[in-house]
T-cell receptor
Framework: NAGVMQNPRHLVRRRGQEARLRCSPMKGHSHVYWYRQLPEEGLKFMVYLQKENIIDESGMPKERFSAEFPKEGPSILRIQQVVRGDSAAYFC???????????FGPGTRLTVL | TQLLEQSPQFLSIQEGENLTVYCNSSSVFSSLQWYRQEPGEGPVLLVTVVTGGEVKKLKRLTFQFGDARKDSSLHITAAQPGDTGLYLCAGPPQEGYQKVTFGTGTKLQVIP
């Protein structure tokens, strides 16, 4: 039973480019969460999605960031026109319907040059 | 916004020592989870506590949920270098509410 998968594991972008981070939840999980983590810091909630719905995006910056979880395929976190301050580790987690526990992927480490 | 404060923030101890990490809030949580995160990896779920006063043991780790469900502790007996990592508590403020609040984290280093 595969766990949560994220790709790429490492992503390097130059300022102004777009970054696309992918997350495939565990089998049977319909809820996906995205978090950002800066070095030496905890996890900061960004967005909570169910299939084809954004449930809570209160942690997402208002500009340049968007997320989706389509009916088919992985969840995508998209960052447009990246800036150096976007450099961080981005983690995806998934949970089953009504589940209280979240299971995390290995993360994508984004570096903006 | 429900906050989870963890203490201490950093902890460096010798192998074989015991330690306790605390997770406190002014709000009631329907359950609390503890995760461990190693460098370069995602957090791994260790345990979930649900009932006020509940105690769960995982080998040398003992987890306790406060009677009022506002706090939790993690006690490690005879720490080993493999216990090194970032420990995070987390919880949903209400049953059935999926958004989880994460604690501020405790970074543990166990020196051989």
């Amino acid at each position: 039973n595969a766990g949560v998968m994220q790709n790429p594991r490492h992503l390097v972008r130059r300022r102004g480019q777009e970054a696309r981070l992918r997350c495939s939840p565990m089998k049977g999980h319909s809820h996906v969460y995205w978090y950002r983590q800066l070095p030496e810091e905890g996890l900061k909630f960004m967005v909570y999605l169910q299939k084809e719905n954004i449930i809570d995006e209160s942690g997402m910056p208002k500009e340049r960031f968007s997320a989706e979880f389509p009916k088919e395929g992985p969840s995508i976190l998209r960052i447009q026109q990246v800036v150096r301050g976007d450099s961080a580790a981005y983690f995806c987690a998934s949970s089953p319907p009504a589940g209280r526990e979240q299971f995390f992927g290995p993360g994508t480490r984004l570096t903006v040059l | 916004t429900q906050l989870l404060e963890q203490s201490p923030q950093f902890l460096s101890i010798q192998e074989g020592e015991n330690l306790t990490v605390y997770c406190n809030s002014s709000s009631v949580f329907s359950s609390l989870q503890w995760y461990r995160q190693e460098p370069g990896e995602g957090p791994v779920l260790l345990v979930t506590v649900v009932t006020g006063g509940e105690v769960k043991k995982l080998k040398r780790l003992t987890f306790q949920f406060g009677d009022a469900r506002k706090d939790s502790s993690l006690h490690i007996t005879a720490a080993q270098p493999g216990d090194t990592g970032l420990y995070l508590c987390a919880g949903p403020p209400q049953e059935g509410y999926q958004k989880v609040t994460f604690g501020t984290g405790t970074k543990l280093q166990v020196i051989p």
